[in-house]
């Protein structure tokens, strides 16, 4: 976002460079808060951005307040600002000018809260920067230690293995760039490594990454075996992994505490508390409308949110490898015909492709499924509008509530597909990375008691009677066709998609240029599979009893809402009935209108069913998407339970 000098930035440096230059003194964190967020502009410049930017905001704000001035005198009115008498002729002055004075004030207010808004973005931007790298860099730290162990043990120098991780930036992310940073110090600067390693202590924001560089620069110094300190390190920063992700879960249940408190018991007791005050018409009714329609969506939404930010992230989407010996001709290289020609066949075999498995672009991408099931959910609510029109006159809760079986179907209808996809590329992915490094370990096995490593592919190929068959065939395909272990490997993972396996891959890849000895390549391959396998099996095993808890949390909810809505509501109408029907009034009881708060009722376990749902993911698989299955379930569930099996509907 602002990581970059742009046209502001040099325009502001103009306007500012004498004032700025004057408390250059006071720049020195700002300065290694730059350093550790990779933002490539020095605090002078930097804060030549910030002046600019709060400037524009300030323009703003001042545009919004006489905006906002102008709709509240036109169209609102002037409220009296002081309730005391003035002498004339201030108070004929003041009647005339109040409206320029409110104008004044808003836009001086506005102009200032745009301004010092600015300015505290700029502030705290570079720490955001940090913690968001920060926890990139601890994520992928014991990966990056494994790949440099495994081309360490290749014979590799320090230099050519640093080398080798700038060079696969899309796989090692975070950690990639801080080695390009060393590497551009010893390369570009000409230092000596030891000072670059020194430097980068200083600059990086990852505690953990700043531990290793001193433990490496330690046994620079001493002559240390390098080679046994990445196996080392490895092992330490996984396990350390393992504690972060303890401690996460330990967090995770206090917020599961804190959900089923605020969000389904607190909300329980204000239902039943509003309920009885306005049956016994000691209150109305919006406030019970609020906790429904307001609290319930909008504090479980915020509270997923919430917990969606906390949760460490997905590694995001798997990159193209690169083949080692893969030939790109430039399109531009191509004589027009040829190309036309040349674009035909690819664009026919991209057909053909599509049509042998036409549901592969949408198990990839499951938000394509928006592209059909929203179209048919708006068919849904407009055919609901002409079986159920709104006439004028009618009351419009009670039209609104014979239409919303329209809205809960149409709901069901995005949902379901969407649930369904994303489920099963998920479930596809799962399968693939807990038997990825079982395959590699069979290879190491077998290339380990002296088998060629073309035979233990063909062997596992045609024995192997897992959903990775398929795929350990198309390798073993790879190499008859000539093509070497590396690559096959290479176009293994690019057809799988998934990171962890492209990960793999890479560094199965980067240590078989630096040495010969594929079993021990191999070997810890699959060490560095299995390890990350563990850590996501670990975690959805724990996460599973918080998704437990929802679920439970919400069967309670409906199952109270039904026991009010049935057997309270009931009882206090038939109470009002006879009342009624002896002629006298009681004052502390009024007609209870059964219809409209079962309505309610209904509305608000569908509202919790569906946000519940995703808080469930959330917690339950640290996805939002992955919500979308609980939600459709509850959804559905309180639907069916509500309106078909217990007959809450005015239909």
Do not use: C
Request: net charge positive; glycine share 6%.
């Amino acid at each position: 976002m602002f990581k970059e000098a742009n046209r502001l930035t040099y325009i502001g440096y103009k306007l500012f460079a004498k004032e700025i230059s004057k408390k250059e003194s006071k720049y020195f964190e700002l300065e290694r808060a730059l350093k550790k967020a990779m933002i490539s502009m020095p605090p002078e410049m930097y804060i030549a951005t910030a002046r600019m930017f709060s400037l524009i905001f300030g323009v703003i704000g001042a545009i919004m307040g006489l905006i906002i001035a102008f709709i509240l005198v036109r169209y609102i009115g002037v409220p009296p600002l002081f309730n005391i008498y003035l002498p004339e002729p201030l108070e004929t002055y003041w009647l005339f000018y109040r409206s320029f004075v409110y104008a004044g004030i808003l836009a001086i207010g506005t102009t200032l809260i745009l301004y010092y808004l600015g300015n505290l973005i700029f502030a705290i931007y570079p720490s955001t920067v940090i913690s968001d790298r920060k926890s990139k860099i601890n994520r992928v730290l014991p990966h990056a230690i494994i790949f440099m162990y495994s081309l360490s043990k290749g014979g590799m120098n320090l230099v050519q293995i640093f080398r080798a991780l700038a060079d696969n930036h899309e796989v090692y992310g975070e950690v990639s760039r801080e080695v390009s940073r060393i590497l551009w110090e010893v390369e570009g600067l000409g230092k000596d490594l030891r000072t670059a390693l020194a430097e980068a202590v200083n600059s990086t924001p990852s505690d953990n990454f700043r531990e290793f560089l001193h433990g490496l620069i330690t046994i620079i110094d001493s002559g240390g075996d390098i080679t046994r300190y990445f196996e080392e390190r490895a092992d330490f920063y996984f396990e350390r992994a393992r504690q972060d992700q303890k401690s996460f879960l330990e967090f995770l249940g206090l917020m599961a505490e804190t959900y089923i408190t605020a969000f389904v018991a607190g909300p329980l007791f204000l239902i039943i508390i509003q309920t009885v005050m306005s049956v016994i018409g000691q209150a109305n009714d919006v406030a019970l409308f609020s906790i429904i329609y307001f609290v319930i969506p909008i504090g479980s939404f915020m509270f997923a949110m919430i917990i969606k930010l906390l949760t460490p992230g997905d590694v995001g989407s798997a990159p193209r490898l690169r083949e080692r010996y893969m030939y790109v001709r430039r399109s531009s290289e191509l004589e027009p015909k040829e190309k036309k020609k040349v674009e035909k066949k690819v664009g026919r075999y991209r057909l053909r492709k599509r049509l042998r498995n036409p549901f592969r672009l949408i198990i990839e991408n499951p938000y394509y499924t928006f592209a059909f099931s929203i179209p048919a959910a708006i068919i849904i609510l407009i055919y609901g509008m002409f079986v159920n029109p709104y006439i004028p006159g009618m009351d419009l809760k009670y039209w609104f509530f014979s239409y919303d079986d329209y809205i809960f179907i149409s709901l069901m209808v995005i949902l379901a597909p969407f649930a369904f996809f994303f489920e099963l590329g998920r479930r596809n992915v799962k399968t693939y990375m807990r038997l990825t490094p079982i395959f590699l370990s069979k290879l190491a096995s077998a290339n380990e008691s002296g088998m060629p490593i073309y035979r233990a592919i063909s062997m596992i190929a045609k024995t192997d009677t897992s959903p990775l068959r398929k795929e350990i065939a198309k390798i073993k395909a790879d190499l008859d066709w000539g093509i070497s272990l590396s690559d096959a490997l290479v176009r293994f993972a690019n057809r799988l998609k998934i990171f962890e396996i492209s990960r793999t891959m890479t560094l199965l890849n980067e240590a078989l240029k630096s040495t010969g000895n594929v079993t021990e390549v191999l070997m810890i391959s699959a060490k560095d599979a299995t390890s990350a396998e563990l850590l996501r099996r670990e975690r959805l095993t724990n996460m599973f009893m918080y998704l437990i808890i929802v679920y439970i949390a919400f069967f309670v909810f409906i199952g109270i809402v039904y026991v009010i809505s049935s057997t309270f509501l009931s009882t206090l109408a038939e109470s009002a009935a006879k009342v009624q029907a002896t002629g006298q009034s009681f004052q502390l009881l009024k007609s209870v209108d059964t219809s409209l708060y079962k309505n309610v009722f209904l509305h608000a376990a569908v509202f919790q069913g569906i946000f519940a749902g995703m808080v469930a993911g959330v917690m339950g698989e640290g996805s939002l998407s992955a919500g979308a299955k609980h939600s459709f379930v509850m959804l559905t569930i309180a639907y069916v339970v509500f309106s078909v099996l217990f007959g809450f509907k005015l239909i």
